[in-house]
């Protein structure tokens, strides 16, 4: 595939809503060489309209920067877009059904993937036996991974294809696969994807993201999650057609190798812990519905070495953590790391932790004092959290309100990022700011605007940019364009209730997210000055 080769236009857009610090009552804004040029008033568009290619006429439409999905899984994505979800499955007479009609209507696939599957919200709890998905694919090789993509069911043709799994930590006969058996069934299954529908599911996971107002994801990737083909070749898609910029991190110890295949950091899953919906995310006290405190894969000593050589190699490093246990070992390894070559340049170095879920007020402490990042996701506290949801089953309902803190975290000065972990919860910005706004756990709330920004601007500063993400003069030209109902301004001091649409506030407004409320409707997604998604009409 060749190179692109289209320039970004000059672009004047006016009569519409610009949310901007520049100016909070701007309707009109002015692109340049792929950068935000001018940000104003209609009357003062006048004087750009005939020096520009193009002007956009937004109808009263919405503009806002472009979201950044800080944690994806791309090819996962797209395979789960265009291959078997099990998400909506009810029970698990529903999942095996559509296991067998997408075994029956996919004859000529090497390999059969499907994910999503909860067996903690079917009633009886049990998950797919490996006798039972035999005999409804034929026999042929199925993978299924459990919602958090820590666990999966698999058919005996698919163990086949991995030799020694049967030995490997976390295999039981009869059981999900855990551990090293699942990276290794995972590895086997993703190998017999051909190139042809590795490319169609990362063309389908960009455009998807592209058409929800999302202009960048951090893709997360490594040697135990996907391949090196993978990576790079996701990498050079998203740099030769139209779609959102993607960011690599490489989950390597390795760093020579995550800078060779042009990562950004050697950072992402790499993995700590595993999670909670599979027992495997490491606990400090045992979970409630099981004797052991979960898996520990990294220790403190190699946190500390891995960010020391990242720190001196000047790359990012990062870890997967969610159970207490694993962010105090993260904790630890980074304050020795800092205790070795200076406080400064581990903070100047941003590494970051993903999902950080089980915090204390101490890691809490840390973590700003470390300059950590907490790459977070909002939605999984919508789809587990509560009194009855799937973290009180594991921990009791004490331990599962203390999950996800993110007002905390924020009040500690602890830089937010938003992502979805998609596949694991679905590309969903405006629903990720929502969660996080009106989180299960009042006191974790954070305001609507302070979640808008985590899912923008922070994801952006995640990466050591402090100049994106935001629609000034002189950001890149990443935005994206909403049909929304009434704008409304939170009070600075005000988490979720108090809302107002004074335009004396001098305050860019932001869509009503309360619960209820149509979620704004994307329209078009530039990136770079370049569209990438244009809607229905628009």
């Not at 797209?78 to 499955?89: R, Y």
């Not at 994206?480 to 988490?495: G, K, N, S």
Request: one cysteine or more; charged letters at 20%.
């Amino acid at each position: 595939m060749s190179e692109r080769t289209d320039q970004p236009q000059t672009v004047l857009l006016r009569r519409g809503e610009v949310h901007s610090p520049a100016d909070p009552f701007a309707t009109a804004m002015v692109v340049e060489r792929g950068q935000v040029a001018w940000v104003g008033s209609e009357g003062a568009a006048d004087a750009f309209a005939d020096g520009v290619d193009e002007v956009v006429d937004l109808d009263g439409a919405l503009v806002t920067p472009a979201f950044t999905d800080a944690h994806v899984h791309t090819t996962s994505t797209g395979l789960a877009l265009t291959g078997l979800d099990l998400s909506d499955a009810p029970s698990l007479d529903a999942a095996l059904a559509l296991v067998r009609d997408f075994a029956a209507a996919r004859p000529d696939d090497r390999v059969l993937l499907g994910h999503g599957w909860d067996a903690a919200r079917w009633p009886g709890g049990r998950a797919p036996r490996r006798d039972e998905l035999d005999e409804i694919t034929g026999g042929r090789p199925l993978y299924l991974s459990r919602i958090d993509v820590h666990s999966a069911v698999v058919t005996t043709a698919l163990l086949d294809l991995a030799p020694g799994v049967r030995g490997k930590a976390g295999f039981s006969d009869g059981l999900p696969l855990t551990r090293d058996a699942h990276h290794a069934v995972r590895a086997a299954a993703f190998a017999a994807v051909t190139p042809a529908q590795r490319a169609e599911a990362q063309r389908a996971a960009l455009a998807h993201a592209a058409s929800l107002g999302i202009g960048s994801v951090h893709e997360c990737g490594g040697p135990k999650i996907s391949s090196e083909d993978d990576f790079t070749g996701l990498l050079r898609l998203a740099r030769e057609v139209p779609a959102p910029r993607v960011i690599g991190y490489w989950a390597d110890q390795d760093i020579d190798k995550a800078r060779e295949l042009g990562a950004v950091g050697a950072a992402g899953d790499l993995f700590v812990d595993g999670a909670l919906g599979s027992h495997t995310a490491c606990l400090h006290q045992p979970y409630a519905d099981a004797d052991h405190t979960g898996t520990a894969y990294l220790h403190a000593a190699a946190v500390a070495a891995h960010v020391v050589a990242c720190t001196e190699g000047g790359l990012q490093a990062g870890f997967h953590a969610i159970g207490d246990a694993a962010v105090s070992a993260v904790v630890e390894g980074v304050r020795a790391a800092a205790e070795k070559v200076g406080l400064a340049r581990v903070r100047a170095a941003r590494h970051r932790v993903e999902h950080a879920e089980m915090l204390t007020p101490e890691t809490i402490a840390a973590f700003a004092e470390l300059g950590l990042t907490a790459s977070v996701q909002p939605a999984f506290d919508a789809l587990w959290g509560g009194q009855d949801g799937m973290y009180a089953d594991r921990l009791g309902a004490e331990r599962a309100r203390t999950l996800n803190p993110f007002a905390a975290l924020l009040r500690a000065g602890v830089p937010l990022a938003f992502g979805s972990d998609s596949p694991v919860t679905p590309l969903d910005p405006w629903g990720t700011v929502r969660a996080a706004a009106f989180h299960r756990t009042p006191e974790h709330r954070v305001s609507v605007r302070a979640a808008f920004t985590a899912h923008t601007r922070g994801g952006w500063r995640a990466v050591g940019r402090d100049d994106a993400g935001v629609l000034v003069p002189g950001a890149p030209a990443d935005y994206a364009v909403w049909r929304t109902d009434e704008l409304v301004v939170q009070a600075p001091d005000d988490r979720v209730a108090r809302w107002s649409t004074d335009p004396r506030s001098g305050t860019p407004g932001l869509p009503d997210l309360t619960p209820g409320h149509d979620l704004p409707r994307c329209l078009r997604t530039v990136v770079g000055g370049r569209t990438v998604f244009v809607g229905p009409g628009e």
